[in-house]
């Protein structure tokens, strides 16, 4: 268990652009737990349909307008410490966080990510994996560094590729696999903490 002076939850910042889903089952896991606390959703994009979750599950948002990265990076920077956050978790966030952002939050930041890393980093995961004709995909969880999809693998779960799977049947398997590995690894990860 976490232990941290003054109070007894961990706090939880989940990092958002677009449809969330991973937010939904991480904001319905976590919403009655006693030692974690959902407190803050950030997102780049405005019209994120994920923002809909934070209204949900009455979680705090902030939407950071990106033109100019460093000045976005420093409005989170400041919004993170004053809601007291302990641990990032990536959803989805479609900006890479830079070196200085990693170094200035100083606690850890995970990231889910759709291929079995250290394979197929990057973008357009499914495309190339079934380009590529595996035989098995899934999907990660790791540590983020100033490297892409590079740091320190935390869990993983791994599938097979069925020959009919297309581009949308993959995404739509792997993200429910994602929707289990995601919170289980977060609730093990808190508590090693
Ligand atoms: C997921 O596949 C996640 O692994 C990747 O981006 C997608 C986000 O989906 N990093 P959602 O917004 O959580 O539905």
């Known amino acids: 268990m976490v232990k941290l002076i003054g109070r007894n939850k961990t706090n939880i910042a989940v ?15 976590f919403d009655k737990d006693k030692n974690i606390n959902i407190s803050l959703v950030i ?14 599950y009455k979680i705090k948002k902030k939407v950071v307008n990106y033109r100019i990265k460093s000045n976005a990076e420093k409005i989170i ?72 999809d590079s740091g320190k693998i935390i869990s993983q779960k791994k599938i097979k590729i069925n020959k009919n799977d297309n581009f949308f049947t993959l995404q739509k398997r792997i993200l429910k696999f994602e929707h289990a590995l995601y919170p289980k690894t977060i609730k093990k990860f808190v508590a090693n903490l």
């Open 77 to 148: 920077l400041k919004t993170l410490k004053n809601n007291k956050i302990d641990l990032i978790c990536l959803a989805g966030f479609m900006k890479i966080l830079s070196k200085n952002f990693i170094k200035k939050f100083k606690k850890p930041i995970l990231n889910i990510h759709p291929s079995l890393l250290p394979k197929f980093k990057g973008l357009n995961t499914h495309k190339r994996v079934l380009k590529a004709k595996e035989k098995f995909s899934g999907c990660t969880v790791h540590i983020v560094t100033p490297s892409l």
């Open 15 to 29: 990092f958002i652009s677009g449809v969330g889903s991973n937010l939904k089952s991480i904001a319905n896991h």
């Open 43 to 56: 997102s780049n994009n405005s019209k994120a349909p994920g923002l809909l979750y934070a209204k949900k």
